[in-house]
Structure formats: structure tokens, C-alpha cells
């Protein structure tokens, strides 16, 4: 039970910065002179609330956000602009039990016996340290009978839960509480994954100071003959592309999912980083109309995007809770579901001891030079009209990559190794990743319509890969999004106002895929090797724009997985905002996301061999396949979260 | 040979009125200066007259159609001042001298024209006769003074309103910036910016600072030399900060919900090719042109740093100017729409002589044929308004109304228009300018 004194001394400095925005309109006069130019702070303050119902899981957000965006025309032709952003997101306080300190709960484990599914407690084995030593002899082997006071069944959900059920796979316990409530599992991911109550409540009061949002100076330095510099220097987001939704050339800032999972505008979401970027700005050409080249040097310390802690409201493909889970395996062990393979269409569960399997490093590039990031961008319009960009990038990959394989004691026979090929035993890496890319964007008169392109060539992101020793690949991909935006008059929605119908396909190829069938099932890489996502956005404008109802329409087709988000604006005055919406999953594809586990990964050979295996003493995937942990990847943030229907208001205010 | 005689019927006529017609140095003063033998008059009608729905009818002939409605139905009522002087800069007007009679009008109706170089191409008094005058005062429009070779709007206040109760709605705070990039007469350079390989001659560039949903929103529009050439156009969404490329459908939609499409900007922001353009006659009707100096001005909005003062509104809703009108020789205009899924079926102008502008009272009819909104803008004279206009020789945009008859709403602006080259540097005029914003 949460105390007011407690809640009260974690919100001080909240309700302090919140203080500071609300204040700005009255001292902005006070704010310092910069530069010749009397021009005085234009600040505007906002606040939002929003509020979310999830079916199943009851309130889902509560978030106050108090806003303030102030610039300044300083002297000698420089700009400021800065957005401080606070928030406090009383979801969990007030559905502890879904999200807070109450979260979770005593689990239970599944086994899979010839006579059909059979759970037990968590903790209780049936393979456990003795059943081990009793059967096999094996004294020094690594089981445990139980877990002790640090690693109570409590506080725990089943991994996957949220989006399936176990049904014969792998499950293990996942902590679900805040890291000062239940510090099993956590660890700093990169801006998650360690938080306490009070971060995730008020995310962006952080090491990072993630309250100032942006805080940037620009100015353009004319060099004459109609050439320009513009230089723009500061805590900034810098957006390439063309593209609504897809991330195909707009990767140089990370993206915090945490915040409302792929259902926020990508500008609100973005994670803004310390930039700087020079444009030298060409102008005409004889044969182009407009020419500009653009450095972009993102000189911040690395940071990957924000997947959402487990227990929160929005962990992005469950991710969270994996590693939270995987995590909690390393350093406390657990019990895993329908494991060990004893006999044919038997496989218990397991109680893993410490340090045997899981998640162990999280590798964060840590800020030097050669971590920095880098980009360049041509974009230009032609003569015809054709308005086109040209990207490269070097940059460190926002996804975390899980090298497996990696050192462990022996289950069996106690036995250290720095290194077991396709032992589920991680590190957590972040791969430096090179682009190249383009965008163009044009019109088509005869259909009425604007298209967009965006194409891009990555090498160097990872994948997840059973396949392999390590359990993962590098491999080059190939992204590329087309749109087309119509506006239509729609007579029942407006006469005098077009309805905007805007389609998108995304399309991602994977090169060097490795898929192969296993004796037990496919193996390789759970990643589609060419996939399409499709989205419909249907917008219209009523009452002079004032009312504005549009749905979204998202489907993965390899995943058959389809998200469709409903919602009405309405600007109740200059200054108040209301929108209502919702967003509600379909999925008829869920028996094509299930992969390969690696139970059959046999890395503890002969031991780990499933049972009856004609090659017993050789480490490789056979193919033993279930949802968890890698269908995630087959079914995609849509797929993911198909059980997280959500209705919402939210309100604006500017004061 | 009756048939041969049938086709050439056509280019003969095309002769007669792209070149048999000469303009004469008349013509140009009378272009220019239509009040040379004196100021127009109509019974009844002297300065200081007010025109309500009392006297209306009295007035009726010397008032737009547009105009005669909304008074009638007892909307505003409006107060005439003496006709004055809107002297058009000297350098167009002897760019027009210079290039007489060098601009020929295409084969057809809607085709390019050719041999244009600067100032007004048809300077002279339109022929009934002629099937290609309206064709041709609508060139004039094109490459008319309208904001000179370039000029700033900023800020520029829209306010949309509920006619019926005069509730605001919403308020946009804007800048506006328009530039000429080729046929300039006045700023440098002279006569065009180099290079210029697509041929842009004009482009609007717009950004919102209020309210909060729209802030950083950016628009950017280029119309090319080639009237057979679409526009471009480029919007900005600051809660998106990309640039997003417009579709051609999009300058006929109601403007970020506004009454306004951008189609309407300026009385008419289109090709000249797509409308069909009837000369309908000369006349002299009331257009609001004032000395903004002279005004009561409005003391509800944002003062300004150099106390410049905002064109009052009042009437029903508080959707209409409060400046004065004057009694102006205007041709009559009338615009229908080539493509037959236009929303909009005709719009009649009422094009000051003087000026050549298309924006004083303008009426938009709806696909019925049935008057769906009245457009005025309000002139300030360049001499009476701010410093910096002094000597401008344009008329200074001061105000508008966008009256929607049908939905009973309006929209309405309030202008500080500067004609300062120094803020309008091309660069503003690139597509990369809008991403480099906020």
C-alpha cells in the first residue's frame, strides 16, 4: 500500500519542474537577454492528460504531461528553441495491481506429459537438483530443489502471458514490479529495464535529463551568391524520409515505444540527442531548381530505443519482459516450462540455477569518438519537379542484439566454460549498422494524388538465428516504403473539405536468410525473409476542421496480424483539445509465428539431446519450436500485442 | 474550300486579337491612371454615405452581387469614402511602356502566352467583342503588382468564426511571404533570380505560429513560368516535422479547415489555364480600398512592438472589415472552373482597373450554380499604412472576409503586410527551408 508521504516525497521534484513550466509565461521576461535582438522568450506552456483502458488489464494510462516550448530570437541571426517536457503517469498507483507494486503474482509452471499439459507450482521442478543426481548420478550438477528468499514465487507472470499461452512451449517466471519493489532481472537495457516507481512514473526526470526535450541553437550563415550554411546545433530530433509510420531513413533518432507503443506521432516520441548538423545550402542550379547537402554528427552518448520495462503498460513485443526474464534466469535461476525432454512427448519442467542460462551483459557503447554517429544527406529538386535525397549513415543499431553462446556453468555437470555453441546463455550487444539510402517524392496529376518513396540498404544489423553457434547473424537488409496520399471529397464526411487517404506498403528483405527444416522443425532465423506491411489512413475534417474523424488500418501479412486505430479530434477551442479513440488487434495468423526455441540446441551435450536423438553428442538446433521466445519476431508489434485492445481520451490544453 | 474557310475562321480571329489590336501609350495611362478625366460617381453616392440594408437597393448597381446579398440580408453595413489614387509603381508601369504590344496570347484560349517580358501584357481597355478579353485581364492578374516583386505578411491573424453567434473558433497566427521570382520591375534583382532552371515565377511561402496544433506548420507553393505546369506545393506538419509533397486536389479543399481554399488566396491562386475567363464588362462598383492610417482600428488584438494597429471587424458575427469603400471602375470578370469536378462552378471578379488585383468582392459560386461564399479584401494605400510601404505602389492587403453564405461561418484576416525585400530572401522559397525549422 502506497503511503501519501512516500508518494508525496517522490513527486517533489516533479511537482518542482512542473512549477518551473507553469511559471514560465510569468517570468519569461525575466529569462536572459541573448545576443542584440530585444525580441523577449516566446514560451508556450500545455498540458495533456491521457488516459487509456486495456481490455483485460483496466486502466493502462494515466499520464499528466505539462509541456513548455519557448524560443528566442537571440542576436546576430541565431535562434533558440527548447521544449522542456514532465510527465507523471498515475497508472501505476492506481492499477497497482496490473502495473505496480502489487503487480504479478505466485505462478505456476507447465510440463508436457503423455497425458496432456500438467502445471506445477514455479520452483518446483520436477527436474530439480535431486531428481538429477538421483537419476543420473550427477552430484555436481548445477539443478536446484528450490530458490531461496531472493527469488521468491512472487511477483511474477508467466513470460508471454499478455499475448499467449504457454501451450507445451518455453515460459519462465518474468518479474514484473518496479526495480525498487522486485530488483530481480533489471538492468539498464539502455533507459529502461532498471527503473524505479518513480522513473516510470515521470520517465523524464533521468540521468539523461530527459526533461529538456530539445534545446537547440540554429542559425543560417548567408555566403553569398544566393548559398547558404545553416547550422543547427543542440538536443535535437533530425528527420529523413518521406514516410509516415515505418522507419526506413528516419533512424538517427531513437524512438521510446515505452511511451505508447507504435500509436504516438513519431515527433512525440522520438528521443531527441545531442546533434549537430551543417547544411550547406546550394540553391539553383542550372539544372536543379534546389540542391543541399547535409552532415549530421549525433555526438551524444549511444542510446538504443526504449522498449518498455516489464510491468509497464507498453512493452513493445514483450521484449521487456524477455530480457527482464532472461535476466532474472542468469543471476537467480528459475524454472523453465516444458523442458527437459526425459522421454518421448515428455518435457518438464526445469529448475535452472544460477548463471547456467539467460541474460547476463548488456554491452551500451559507452560515449568515445569513434561511438558517435554520422550522417550525410543530398536532397535536391529537380528541374522537373522531382524533389529527391540521397542518405548515408553510420550508426550504432537502436534493437539490442542477443550473442548466445556465451559463458555458463554446465546444468548437469557443473561444469565453466567461457563459451557453450547455442547455449541460451546471452549477452546483449548493440551493432554498429551502415546505411545507404534514398527518398524522392513527386506528383501524378491524372490520379490526383502525391507519391512518396523511401528506400534503404542496412549492413550490419543482427538477427536472431538458430542456425548459427552464436545464435545470431549479421545480415544486410533491404527496407523500402511506398505511399500515396489522395485527398478525396468524401460528400457524407465534408463537401468543402477533402477526406486524405493515405496508403503505404513497407517492404524488408533479408539477405543471406538462413531457413532450414529441422528433425523436429524449421530452424534459423524467426524474421520473415520478405515481409509487406500495409497501412490505410483515412482522415477527414468536419465543422471547419474543428472535428476531424480518421481511422488507421495497419496489417503484417506474413505475421496475418492487423491493428486498426479509430479516432475523432476535436478542437473544442484555440486551446482545448479532445480526442477519443481506441485500438483494436485482430490476429489469424497466430499458428505461423511459433519458432524454433533452441530446447533441442543440445549445447550441454549429451545431456540436452532430445530424447531418442540420433546424434546426441553434437551441439545443434533440431527444430523443438513454441511461441516463446522468439514468435515475438514472426508476429511483430501488431501481432505482439493483439490482446492490448485500448480505448483512450486525451486532452490538450495550452494555457 | 468552305471548310478551309471554317478552320482558318479561328486563327484569324486569334490574329485579330493577339496582335491587330495594338495597345497604344493611351492605353497605358489609362491603365494606369482610369481617374485621369475624373473621379467615378453614382447617384446618391458621396463620401461619408453609409450603405445598410435600409438604402441598399439605392446602391444596388454600384455593388457586387456578393456584396448586395450580404448587405441586404442586414450582414454589415458599409461606410463610403472618397475615391482615391492607387498609383501602381513607376517600374512597372514604364515596364509596361518598354514592352508594349510584345505579348502575344497563345492559339487557344488557356495556351501559354508568349513574348511576355515585364509589367501589365494587356494594357489595353478590354473589347466585349474580343471572345479572349477575360483571357486576357486574367494574364494581367498574373503578372500584375498584386504584393510587388515580394512582400512579407507577418503576422497575419485568421479567425475562424461561427457567422450566426460570432463565436471564435479558432485563431491562426501566420507569416506570409511572397516573392516574384522572374518579370520584377523594382527590387533586385532585376529582372529575374538566376538560375532558375524550373522556371518558377512566383512562390507563396507560409508558416503558423498559433495555435499549438498547428504551430511550425509550413506551406510552400511554386508556380511556374509554364502555365500548363501544376503547381508545387509542400506542406510542413510541425506535430510531424516532415515535409509532406501535396496533392494538386488539395488547393480546392478548405484550407486547414478555414473558408478559404488555397485556390483562393489573393482572389485567385491558380493557372490561368484552368479557368475559362469571360470579360463581362466595365462598371464601377464600391471595393473596400482605404488609408489604413485613417481607420479606427482594432484595440482587441496583440499590440505590436512598433504599435502598428489591426483593421477592426464588426458586423454580424464580427465577420467583416470596418474600412471604407470606394467607389472604383472595375471590370467584370467571370471565372468557370475546365475541370467539371471543380467544387466551385463559377467566380465572378470584380478587377480594379487600376490595380488589376482580383480580390476586392468576389463571389464563389457552388457546383449548383447557387452563391456559396463572398470574398473581399480590403487595400490600404502603400502611403498611408506602414513606413516602410511608403512609395510601395501596390495596394497593402489590410483585411479580409471570407463569407460562407451557406454554412453561415466566415473566416477572417488581419494583415501587417511589409513590402521589405530584406525579409523575404529566396531562400525562404526552397523546400529545404521547411525542414530546417523547429
Known amino acids: 500500500m502506497e503511503t501519501f508521504p512516500n508518494s508525496s516525497r517522490r513527486l517533489t521534484p516533479i511537482v518542482a519542474a512542473l512549477s518551473i513550466t507553469c511559471a514560465m509565461p510569468a517570468w519569461a521576461d525575466d529569462l536572459p537577454a541573448l545576443g542584440e535582438d530585444p525580441s523577449p522568450w516566446q514560451v508556450d506552456v500545455t498540458y495533456e492528460n491521457h488516459t487509456v483502458n486495456r481490455e483485460h488489464a483496466g486502466l493502462a494510462k494515466f499520464r499528466n504531461t505539462l509541456q513548455a516550448e519557448f524560443d528566442k530570437k537571440a542576436g546576430n541571426g541565431w535562434a533558440v528553441h527548447g521544449i522542456m517536457r514532465g510527465s507523471w503517469d498515475g497508472v501505476y498507483r492506481m492499477n497497482s495491481d496490473e502495473y505496480g507494486k502489487k503487480a504479478g503474482g505466485a505462478i505456476t509452471t507447465q510440463s508436457t506429459t503423455p497425458g496432456g499439459l500438467v502445471n506445477s507450482p514455479w520452483g518446483g521442478g520436477p527436474v530439480t537438483y535431486s531428481l538429477v543426481n538421483g537419476a543420473f548420478g550427477l552430484v555436481n550438477n548445477a539443478f536446484v530443489d528450490s530458490y531461496g528468499a531472493n527469488n521468491p514465487n512472487d511477483g511474477l507472470r508467466i513470460l508471454g502471458d499478455r499475448w499467449h499461452k504457454t501451450n507445451g512451449g518455453v515460459a519462465f517466471a518474468v518479474p514484473v514490479r518496479p526495480c525498487d519493489e522486485d530488483k530481480r532481472g533489471c538492468r539498464d537495457f539502455g533507459g529502461y529495464g532498471d527503473q524505479k516507481l518513480s522513473e516510470l512514473e515521470s520517465p523524464e526526470f533521468n540521468d539523461r535529463l530527459d526533461f529538456v526535450r530539445e534545446l537547440y541553437a540554429r542559425k543560417t550563415f548567408s555566403l553569398g551568391d544566393g548559398k547558404d550554411l545553416f547550422v543547427k546545433v543542440g538536443k535535437q530530433q533530425v528527420v529523413w524520409g518521406r514516410t509516415d509510420l515505418f522507419r526506413v531513413l528516419d533512424v538517427i533518432n531513437p524512438v521510446d515505444f515505452s511511451r505508447n507503443n507504435i500509436y504516438d506521432e513519431l515527433s512525440d516520441i522520438r528521443i531527441p540527442m545531442w546533434i549537430a548538423q551543417v547544411e550547406y545550402r546550394m540553391g539553383a542550379s542550372e539544372t536543379m531548381q534546389d540542391r543541399n547537402l547535409q552532415f549530421v554528427w549525433n555526438f551524444d552518448k549511444f542510446r538504443p530505443n526504449n522498449l518498455g520495462q516489464c510491468g509497464s503498460p507498453n512493452a513493445i513485443l514483450d521484449a521487456g519482459c524477455f530480457f527482464r526474464g532472461m535476466a532474472n534466469l542468469w543471476d537467480n535461476g528459475g524454472t523453465v516450462a516444458n523442458f527437459a525432454n526425459v522421454a518421448p512427448g515428455t518435457l518438464l519442467a526445469t529448475n535452472f540455477g544460477p548463471g547456467q542460462i539467460g541474460l547476463n551483459e548488456v554491452h551500451l557503447p559507452s560515449w568515445s569518438l569513434k561511438n558517435t554517429q554520422f550522417g550525410v544527406k543530398y536532397e535536391g529538386v529537380t528541374q522537373g519537379g522531382l524533389s529527391f535525397s540521397l542518405n548515408a549513415l553510420t550508426y550504432r543499431s537502436q534493437l539490442p542484439s542477443l550473442h548466445g553462446g556465451k559463458r555458463a556453468t554446465n546444468s548437469f555437470t557443473g561444469e565453466y566454460r567461457n563459451a557453450w555453441p547455442y547455449l541460451i546463455s546471452f549477452d546483449m550487444h548493440y551493432p554498429r549498422v551502415n546505411l545507404l539510402g534514398g527518398s524522392m517524392d513527386f506528383q501524378v496529376p491524372d490520379a490526383n494524388a502525391a507519391v512518396r518513396v523511401e528506400a534503404a540498404f542496412t549492413d550490419g544489423e543482427e538477427f536472431a538465428n538458430t542456425a548459427k553457434p552464436e545464435l545470431y547473424s549479421k545480415n544486410r537488409v533491404f527496407r523500402a516504403v511506398i505511399g500515396v496520399d489522395r485527398p478525396t471529397f468524401i460528400p457524407f464526411i465534408s463537401e468543402t473539405s477533402t477526406t486524405l487517404i493515405s496508403g503505404q506498403l513497407f517492404y524488408q528483405h533479408i539477405f543471406d536468410h538462413e531457413w532450414q527444416r529441422g528433425s523436429l522443425g524449421p530452424v534459423g532465423m524467426p524474421d520473415w525473409e520478405n515481409n509487406f506491411i500495409g497501412t490505410l489512413l483515412i482522415k477527414g475534417f468536419m465543422k471547419n476542421g474543428t472535428v476531424s474523424p480518421q481511422i488507421i488500418f495497419a496489417h503484417d501479412f506474413k505475421a496475418r496480424a492487423t491493428a486498426m486505430a479509430p479516432q475523432v479530434e476535436w478542437n473544442v477551442t484555440n486551446d482545448l483539445k479532445l480526442t477519443v479513440g481506441a485500438n483494436y488487434k485482430l490476429a489469424s495468423g497466430k499458428d505461423r509465428w511459433e519458432f524454433d526455441d533452441c530446447r533441442a540446441c543440445n549445447p550441454f551435450a549429451p545431456f540436452t539431446a532430445p530424447n531418442g536423438d540420433a546424434d546426441p553428442m553434437t551441439a545443434y538446433s533440431r527444430g523443438l519450436n513454441g511461441m516463446e521466445p522468439l514468435g515475438r519476431f514472426r508476429a511483430g508489434p501488431i501481432g505482439a500485442a493483439f490482446k492490448e485492445n485500448d480505448l483512450f481520451i486525451k486532452l490538450n490544453y495550452k494555457f | ?438
Open chain 2, 1 to 438: 474550300m468552305k471548310r478551309i474557310a471554317a478552320a482558318l475562321l479561328p486563327l484569324c480571329v486569334a490574329g485579330l486579337t493577339g496582335g491587330a489590336m495594338a495597345a497604344t501609350e493611351a492605353d497605358v495611362e489609362n491603365s494606369f491612371n482610369p481617374y485621369k478625366a475624373g473621379m467615378p460617381s453614382f447617384p446618391g453616392l458621396k463620401p461619408g454615405t453609409v450603405i445598410n440594408k435600409g438604402n441598399v437597393d439605392q446602391f444596388k448597381d454600384a455593388l457586387g452581387a456578393g456584396v448586395y446579398r450580404l448587405i441586404k440580408e442586414g450582414l454589415f453595413e458599409i461606410k463610403v469614402g472618397a475615391t482615391t489614387q492607387f498609383s501602381v509603381h513607376k517600374a512597372y508601369v514604364d515596364a509596361t511602356r518598354t514592352n508594349l504590344n510584345k505579348t502575344k496570347l497563345g492559339a487557344k484560349a488557356g495556351d501559354m502566352i508568349s513574348g511576355y517580358v515585364a509589367g501589365r501584357p494587356f494594357p489595353e481597355e478590354p473589347d466585349a467583342k474580343d471572345p479572349r478579353a477575360g483571357e486576357k485581364l486574367a494574364w494581367n492578374y498574373k503578372y500584375g503588382v498584386n504584393w510587388g516583386d515580394g512582400a512579407i505578411i507577418s503576422p497575419f491573424y485568421w479567425k475562424y468564426r461561427n457567422m450566426q453567434n460570432g463565436k471564435l473558433e479558432k485563431q491562426i497566427k501566420w507569416d506570409f511571404h511572397f516573392l516574384n521570382f522572374m518579370h520584377r520591375t523594382k527590387d533586385a534583382p532585376v529582372p529575374e533570380f538566376t538560375p532558375n532552371p524550373s522556371g518558377i515565377f512566383r512562390a507563396i511561402y507560409t508558416k503558423a505560429h498559433e495555435p499549438s496544433d498547428l504551430k511550425n506548420t509550413q506551406l510552400l507553393i511554386q508556380r511556374f513560368e509554364d502555365d500548363a505546369k501544376l503547381d508545387d506545393a509542400y506542406l510542413y506538419l510541425g506535430f510531424q516535422r516532415r515535409v509532406r509533397r501535396l496533392a494538386q486536389g488539395q488547393v480546392t479543399d478548405a484550407f486547414l479547415g478555414s473558408d478559404l481554399m488555397i485556390e483562393d488566396f489573393e482572389g485567385y491562386n491558380g493557372r490561368v489555364s484552368d479557368m475559362s475567363w469571360t470579360y463581362k464588362g466595365t462598371k464601377n462598383v464600391l471595393l473596400p480600398m482605404w488609408n489604413h492610417n485613417e481607420l479606427k482600428l482594432a484595440d482587441d488584438m496583440p499590440a505590436e512592438a512598433d504599435g502598428y494597429k489591426y483593421v477592426d471587424f464588426a458586423g454580424q458575427g464580427d465577420c467583416f472589415f470596418q474600412g471604407e469603400w470606394q467607389l472604383r471602375k472595375v471590370y467584370v470578370l467571370e471565372a468557370a472552373p475546365v475541370n467539371p469536378n471543380h467544387p466551385v462552378s463559377k467566380r465572378t471578379f470584380y478587377m480594379d482597373v487600376q490595380l488589376q488585383n482580383l480580390n476586392g468582392a468576389n463571389e464563389i459560386y457552388d457546383r449548383k450554380g447557387e452563391l456559396w461564399k463572398v470574398f473581399m479584401v480590403g487595400k490600404a494605400h502603400a502611403d498611408h499604412h506602414l513606413p516602410v510601404n511608403k512609395g510601395a505602389g501596390i495596394g497593402v492587403d489590410d483585411a479580409f472576409s471570407m463569407v460562407d453564405l451557406q454554412s453561415k461561418h466566415c473566416t477572417t484576416g488581419q494583415f501587417k503586410g511589409q513590402v521589405d525585400p530584406a525579409k523575404n530572401p529566396p531562400r525562404l522559397f526552397q523546400v529545404q527551408n521547411l525542414r530546417g525549422g523547429d
